[in-house]
């Protein structure tokens, strides 16, 4: 017969393995993910990450990508590395103008530009006063709105989630790192055939941004 106290240690030892079981599986839902994603925008002082853009447009894919740095309240510098913009810059700057220049011999003009300027737009007609990660949180909200959705863990270990979005004939699945509470992958697909996918790599924040690299 076992004594009372050794039960109760061998009950306690099998409850507390049930909850760290129940804990270490526990399912996010996408407005649980959302409230992590804003709560992380909302501890960032500044942040940097290297993207890249890969379309599919009538067959043919082509593949964008640029370095991007933000620092509050709202500093932006971001730099063309792919692409048929490869070598542009332009920066937000603390006056709230826009001072940018083309890549190759054009690089030696540099326009002051409004942040809404058409010339800023990308083929999405966004500028570069409305992107990153603040930007990345609203697309993802727009398109939850009325639509379907469903998050799986495709990674425990690494704390990577999966959000589904189905919206008519597309299908959008993000991967966020929930370890650091931001996204990594967003792929796009119509009709089950590729359309577009997003990487956003090396991640770094908070790690005191200069003010001289939002200049120009």
Known sequence: ?????LRFLICFFITSLININAM?????????????????????????????YIRNRNGTKSTEGYNYFFKKPNLIRLE?????DKGSLAILTNTGKVR????GVLGLITLTLEPNDKRLQNEDGFT???????KIIKEIESRLTG????????????KLYQ???????FRETIIIDMQMRLPIEWQTTQDGQFYAQIYWNNWRVNSGLSNSLFEL
């Open 163 to 169: 959000l589904q979005i189905d919206r008519g004939s």
């Open 128 to 134: 570069i006063a409305d992107s990153g990660l603040q």
């Open 147 to 158: 639509n379907n959705s469903i998050v799986t863990i495709i990674n425990n270990e690494k």
């Open 80 to 84: 063309v590395t792919d692409g048929k």
């Open 1 to 5: 017969m076992f004594c009372p106290v």
């Open 100 to 103: 940018a220049h083309a890549g």
């Open 24 to 52: 270490s599986t526990y399912q996010l839902n996408a407005k649980e993910l959302l409230n992590a994603l804003h709560s992380r925008l909302d501890s960032l002082q500044d942040y940097q990450y290297q993207n890249v």
